[in-house]
């Protein structure tokens, strides 16, 4: 919101700006146009004093009634006050204008000068039209429009007419950047509502993680102290990246491919021989940004809903990049549909997280066999747009 009022001031300074420049670039082009005018300090003078009642006008307005509708919603006290503003403009133009007009002096009429030696004259009436004729040119000496020369506004009421549209226009671009601020409020509100819904899905996808492996581990102690021992140490790395990267918006693929080898080692000191493990990763990463723990959430569902001890179990997970894009798979043998619906809450908030952060920006195709079950996602390499996450 600071970035929207900053705005608005230094709109009304070019604005007064400009206005203050026009006044002697007017006088200036009417000097050089042959108007029996003066050109110089005081003229500029004269003519910015002219507008200082305007300028108070909109300082008055701007400042201190249009905050009273704009921000505060008063709308009875800022028809009063502004009311009352133009009264009181009124009120000085017309009393400017009428102390003007009596201090103002008729320029004497021209004298005529007569030569001493020339001889007296007598006056030759004048010709000219007839009097109809007269009456239907009117008098010269006189501006059109209105019987009697007069023209058609007197000057003050002109001034109010000027006020009255100065105060509609303020009016107008205050209400223009109330709404670009209420837009801006409203962005910050969803990056804000955004931001609390991706912290939640991280608390739960954590815990959820951290549990089943834990209880992998436990599974171990009784059977083998050495896997188990093996296993602490890779979990010690797990908790590494989690207490480091975990909390971050993106990080690089490079950082997630590693944390997915720590965990299927993790799984392989486990599983041993009873589940065949592959996984296939590049070999060399560049820039490529994508949200922690994001692609962990499948293997761990894969590894917790595709392993049997009383069938034949496999997971296969695969990275490829190419064309400015990250593409997982991930394939795991299949126990049982009833099981297979319940993917626990991991899988849940990845569809969610992928939601909020990539929009419609992102393919992810679930297949569902007798036998497998597999996923494959593809996504932009470049960091999502929620740079502020």
């Not at 009181?88 to 017309?94: E, L, P, Q, R, V």
């Not at 959820?208 to 102290?225: C, E, G, Q, S």
């Given at each position: ?352 997280r992928l939601d909020l952060l990539y929009g419609g920006n992102y393919t992810l195709e679930i297949q569902e066999k007798p036998t497998t079950y597999s996923i494959c996602l593809q996504l932009p390499a470049a960091p999502p747009d929620h740079h502020e996450l």
């Amino acid at each position: 919101m600071e970035k929207e009022t900053r705005q608005e001031n230094i709109f009304y300074l070019i604005l007064w700006t400009l206005i203050f420049a026009a006044a002697p670039v007017r006088l200036l082009f009417r000097w050089l146009s042959g108007h029996s005018l003066t050109f110089g300090a005081k003229e500029m003078i004269s003519a910015w004093l002219a507008i200082l009642p305007f300028l108070a006008l909109f300082l008055i307005h701007n400042f201190l009634i249009a905050p009273q509708l704009i921000k505060k919603r008063r709308t009875a006290l800022y028809l009063a006050l502004l009311s009352v503003l133009l009264v009181a403009f009124g009120s000085f133009i017309f009393l400017s204008h009428n102390n003007f007009s009596r201090q103002g002096h008729p320029l004497p009429p021209p004298q005529k000068h007569i030569h001493a030696d020339a001889p007296e004259r007598r006056p030759v009436p004048e010709r000219g039209p007839a009097p109809e004729m007269r009456q239907r040119q009117g008098d010269p000496g006189k501006r059109p429009g209105r019987p009697g020369g007069e023209p058609p506004m007197r000057p003050e009421t002109m001034k109010i007419i000027m006020g009255i549209l100065l105060i509609g226009a303020n009016l107008g671009a205050k209400f223009f950047f109330e709404a670009r601020r209420g837009e801006r409020r409203m962005e910050l509100l969803k990056t804000e509502h955004l931001h609390n819904r991706l912290e939640s899905l991280r608390y739960q996808i954590n815990p959820h993680f951290f549990m089943n492996t834990l209880n992998n581990i436990h599974a171990l102690v009784d059977i083998d102290p050495d896997k188990a021992k093996e296993s602490i140490e890779e979990f010690s790395k797990l908790m590494r990246f989690v207490l480091y990267d975990g909390d971050r918006p993106t990080i690089p693929l490079a950082r997630e491919l590693e944390y997915l080898d720590h965990y299927i080692s993790l799984m392989r000191i486990r599983y041993a021989d009873s589940v065949r493990i592959s996984a296939a990763f590049p070999a060399e990463t560049a820039d490529e940004q994508i949200p922690p723990l994001l692609l962990a959430s499948f293997v761990e569902n894969a590894f917790k809903h595709g392993v049997s001890y009383e069938r034949e179990s496999f997971i296969e997970v695969g990275v490829t990049l190419g064309d400015g894009m990250i593409r997982f798979s991930c394939e795991n043998s299949r126990q049982g549909a009833e099981q297979q619906r319940k993917h626990g809450i991991g899988l849940a908030n990845v569809r969610q997280r992928l939601d909020l952060l990539y929009g419609g920006n992102y393919t992810l195709e679930i297949q569902e066999k007798p036998t497998t079950y597999s996923i494959c996602l593809q996504l932009p390499a470049a960091p999502p747009d929620h740079h502020e996450l």
